[in-house]
């Protein structure tokens, strides 16, 4: 049973950072670009990065670019570091999987993942 497990929302204040990890488990994802999107209460899910099965390859909302880095620890680790947050960055930050058959390539649009976390809450007070 493929599972995605997000950890390290929390409270934060602006200009602070926090960390967010994704443990993936029931396959080994060495084929797979993983994402993070993030929703906001009363709002669509949104991208915030995507990272290729090699994580050669990065992508970055323009809303978090030069602030989020996003990570791979391994096949099955992903890892979003924040900094400088902000009070629009407060939002249920959700890990996604998505098989690329070995293209080294990210994914954007949420519809295209296979597999999503359950979320951890990030809330960034000012």
């Known amino acids: 049973q493929v599972q995605l497990v997000e950890s390290g929302g929390g409270l934060a204040q602006a200009g602070g950072s926090l960390r967010l990890s994704c443990a993936a488990s029931g396959r080994t994802f060495s084929n797979y670009a993983m994402g993070w999107f993030r929703q906001a209460p009363g709002k669509g899910r949104e991208f915030v990065a995507a990272i290729s099965w090699s994580g050669g390859t990065t992508d970055y909302a323009d809303s978090v670019k030069g602030r989020f880095t996003i990570s791979r620890g391994g096949w099955n680790r992903v890892y979003l570091q924040m900094n400088n947050l902000k009070p629009e960055d407060t939002a249920i930050y959700y890990c996604?999987?998505?098989?690329?058959?070995?293209?080294?390539?990210?994914?954007?649009?949420?519809?295209?993942?296979?597999?999503w976390g359950q979320g951890t809450q990030v809330t960034v007070s000012s």
């Open positions: 996604a999987a998505k098989y690329t058959a070995g293209r080294d390539t990210t994914v954007l649009g949420w519809s295209g993942y296979d597999y």
